[in-house]
C-alpha cells in the first residue's frame, strides 16, 4: 500500500505505527468486543485509556503538579474565548503579542469579552519575525500576556520565550507542542487543538496552572468554564473518545521514540535540510520567515513568480507529494513538517526541490 508524501497543515500526518495499533484495536478493544467508539465514556476500559493519556502528557512534558491537564473539545478556536472568560476579569487587560492570523484571531476574540492591548506586533512585515523581549510591552493591568508559540502559516517561531515575572504567560501551542523540550513553570496556560502533533481533531488539550482557575465565575457557562472540566476530570459530558485514545497512542508513540528530546533533535534535522536547500538555491526559493525567528514545523517559501509555483505544485502532486501549497496571506508554499512526518520525507522533498529548481531553470533558458 502506498502512503502519501504528507506535508499537510493539519489536520495532518500521523505516525503509521499509531495507525496500524488503532487499526488492530478497532474492532475489538482491550477484550471488550467492541471498538473504542462504542464504549461507555463511563466505562473502565475507557476512563483508563483517558487516564493513561493525562498521564503520558505529563510524564512526556513533564508538567508540574501545580497544572491542571484537559480535555476539551471546540479546538484551539474555542479557546481564543475561553481564556478570556476565564482569566480576563473587570478592571484588568488582556495583551497579544500579534505574529499571524492566529493571535489576531485570538486577539478579536477577547476583545469580545474584556479590554485588551498589543502588546507587540510583527505585521508591518507581513509577520516574518518574531518580536524580541524589548519589544514587549504590557502594564501593570495585565491580566496576562498571550502568544503563539509557532505560526502555522507565516512559518515563524519563538525561541526565546517573554519572562514575564509575576503575569501569566498564556500560549497557543497548537503547531509546535511536544515538537521540543519546554520549561511548563514559565507558563500561566497553554492550550492546543490536536490535529498537528497530538492526534486527530476533535480534541484540544488545555494545561493550566491551579491558581489561575477563578471559582466566582458562576455566571459563566457550564461548559465553558475551566473549573467544571477540572471538577469531573475532563468527563462532565461525553468527551471526544476516538480522539482522545488516537492521543494516547501518539503519547506511547512518542515516549517510544525517546520523548521530546528525541524529536526535538529529529525535528531539527528536518527542518534544516529544507532551510538548507532553499537558502542554497542561489535565490530561486526564497523563505518567507527571517532566518533567526524560522519556524521547525511550517517551512513557508516562494519561488521566483505564480508560473513556477504553479508548475511545482503540479509536478510535486504527481511525484505524491501532499498539502505543499501556501496559505493564501503568504503564497507561494509551505511544507509542514511535525512530529510524525519522517526525515526520510524531507529528504525526498529536498531531492524533488533541486530537480525541480534544474529543470525549471535549464526549460527557461532554452526558451
Ligand atoms: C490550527 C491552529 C488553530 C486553530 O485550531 P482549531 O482547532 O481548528 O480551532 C489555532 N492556532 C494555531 C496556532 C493553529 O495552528
Redesign the pocket.
Known sequence: MKRALNFNA?PAALPEAVLQKAQQEWLNIEDTGMSVMELSHRSQTFENIHNKAISLLKEIMDIPDNYEILFLQG???LQFSMVPMNLLSTGKKAYYVLTGS?SEKALNEAGKIGDTAVAASAKDTNYTYIPSADEISFGEDAAYVHI?T???IFGTQWNNYPVLEEVPLVA?M??DILSKKIDISKFGLIYA?A??NLGP?GV?VVIIRKDLVNSSLTNLPTMLNYETHIKNNSLYNTPPTLAIYLLSLVLEWVKDQGGVEVLQENNTAKAKLIYDAIDNSEGFYKGHAQPESRSHMNVTFTLPDEAATKKFLEEAKLAGFVGLNGHRSVGGCRASIYNAVPLSHCEKLVGFMKNFKESYSSAAIKA
Do not use: F, R, V
Open positions: 493539519g479546538g484551539a478556536s492566529w503563539t509557532n505560526n502555522t497557543d497548537s503547531s487543538g490535529q498537528k481533531s484540544t
